[in-house]
């Protein structure tokens, strides 16, 4: 079973649409990431969470440790946003465990 | 914006032939890492690197890889002799301070192909 899950595995919206991606972990974590990937390959990070909310422009990110579950939200969808989005969490050492991504595809 | 920069994009080897892959992470990090995708799957940590020695590395960092920081601003990945499951994306990332409470930076991505 892989210790970050995410829902769903691929989601396509119409523009201006709300969107959320889910993430559940199943270990103890000290910070939890959400990271967008383009159809390039090259990877940004977007969020890291260890407790509450955080906002940035259209994307809001949120966390709950007791029931060990984010999810990132978009408002007002676009196009642009068609991307795959990954959560990953830190288990109180270096490395990143990731998920296995959430796909996305906004239309016009 | 400092970024992680990555060389190069993409890479062709043959099988048996040994590659490096480089990674010029941000000026003032301290802690580098080095991760690999393969298509279709999630990504993968592979090894993290602080005050020039591994701190800690997954069972795919076998033998076959070592990382090197040969001077102040480089760190490479070599794969001594590749196998075709080799083929992957392999990422660089850089933080400032230890991963666990720091936002990491990645590179584009090195597309390796193993032929």
């Known amino acids: 079973k892989n210790e970050v899950e995410q829902s769903p595995q691929n989601l396509t919206a119409q523009e201006g649409e709300f969107i959320t991606i889910n993430c559940s972990y199943s270990?103890?974590?000290?910070?939890l990431h959400w990271l967008q990937q383009h159809p390039g390959g090259g990877i940004v990070s977007l969020f890291m969470?260890?407790?509450g909310k955080k906002k940035h422009g259209r994307l809001i990110a949120t966390i709950n440790i007791q029931e060990k579950h984010s999810s990132l939200h978009i408002t007002a969808s676009h196009p642009r946003d068609s991307a795959v989005y990954i959560c990953?969490?830190?288990?109180?050492?270096?490395?990143?465990?990731f998920g296995t991504g959430t796909r996305l595809q906004v239309f016009p | 914006e400092p970024e992680v920069t990555q060389t190069p994009s993409h890479q062709v080897t043959q099988m048996g032939q040994e590659v490096i892959l480089r990674c010029v992470p941000i000026?003032?990090?301290?802690?580098f890492y080095w991760y690999r995708q393969i298509l279709g799957q999630k990504v993968e940590f592979l090894v993290s690197?602080?005050?020039?020695?591994?701190?800690?590395k997954s069972e795919i960092f076998d033998d076959q890889f070592s990382v090197e920081r040969p001077d102040g601003s480089n760190f490479t990945l070599k794969i001594r002799s590749t196998k075709l499951e080799d083929s992957a994306m392999y990422f660089c990332a850089s933080s400032e301070g230890e991963g666990a409470n720091t936002e990491a930076f990645f590179g584009q991505g090195t597309r390796l192909t193993v032929v």
């Open positions: 270990v103890g974590i000290s910070a």
């Open positions: 969470l260890s407790s």
């Open positions: 000026s003032n990090h301290l802690y």
């Open positions: 690197f602080y005050n020039n020695e591994i701190s800690e």
């Open positions: 990953a969490v830190n288990r109180g050492t270096d490395k990143l465990i």
